[in-house]
T-cell receptor, first 112, second 113 residues
């Protein structure tokens, strides 16, 4: 079951903030966030396990609302290097097999 | 060493060829994955190996054949591919299957002619 990401694309000026959302219709075990720059491999940002925790490093943080099966990625004071496509990946609860399914992605462009 | 190394970086093959993609990691990870990614699309899971055993096959056509010779290596054998199989093939590994972050290799850009 593919998670739904929003928005599909966002354009920022350097220093502005952004929020990317990820939601699922299934109960989730974990949510993963990745960033992929054009022509490069996806790079892991963070993982959130069920329990409603919030994580962050540097100026990027994320939350996981287990009851709503939603996660949000917060980018604060964006930098040019934040540009890329952000994917959330979700693992459903209750399955015996681990399967990470990615959303369609959010294209983030940070301009000077 | 926090790298996943994939070879070759680029591959062009005919529909009757047999080729293999290789993936290597030396992080002691026990889960390894193959993903396929088309342009402007998310990675799609193909196979998952956990402790060197195939645990997930996402109904991938038999012209793709994975192999995990040991805990550090993952191969993807290709035979009789179709032009629509042209894509970026990504290998990834994680400490455990269930919850650890996955490290991706740079991928093999495959073109089937």
């Amino acid at each position: 079951q593919q998670p739904v990401q929003s928005p599909q694309a966002v354009i920022l000026r350097e220093g502005e903030d952004a929020v990317i959302n990820c939601s699922s219709s299934k109960a989730l075990y974990s949510v993963h966030w990745y960033r992929q720059k054009h022509g490069e491999a996806p790079v892991f940002l963070m993982i959130l396990l069920k329990g409603g925790e919030q994580k962050g490093h540097d100026k990027i943080s994320a939350s996981f609302n287990e009851k709503k099966q939603q996660s949000s990625l917060y980018l604060t004071a964006s930098q040019l290097s934040y540009s890329g496509t952000y994917f959330c990946g979700t693992v459903n609860s209750g399955g015996s097999n681990y399967k990470l399914t990615f959303g369609k992605g959010t294209l983030l462009t940070v301009n000077p | 060493d926090t790298e996943v190394t994939q070879t070759p970086k680029h591959l062009v093959m005919g529909m009757t060829n047999k080729k293999s993609l290789k993936c290597e990691q030396h992080m002691g990870h026990r889960a390894m994955y193959w993903y396929k990614q088309k342009a402007k699309k998310p990675p799609e899971l193909m196979f998952v190996y956990s402790y060197e055993k195939l645990s997930i096959n996402e109904s991938v056509p038999s012209r793709f054949s994975p192999e995990c010779p040991n805990s550090s290596l993952l191969n993807l054998h290709l035979h009789a591919l179709q032009p629509e199989d042209s894509a970026l093939y990504l290998c990834a590994s994680s400490q455990e299957r269930e919850k650890a972050e996955a490290f991706f290799g740079q991928g093999t850009r495959l073109t089937v002619v």
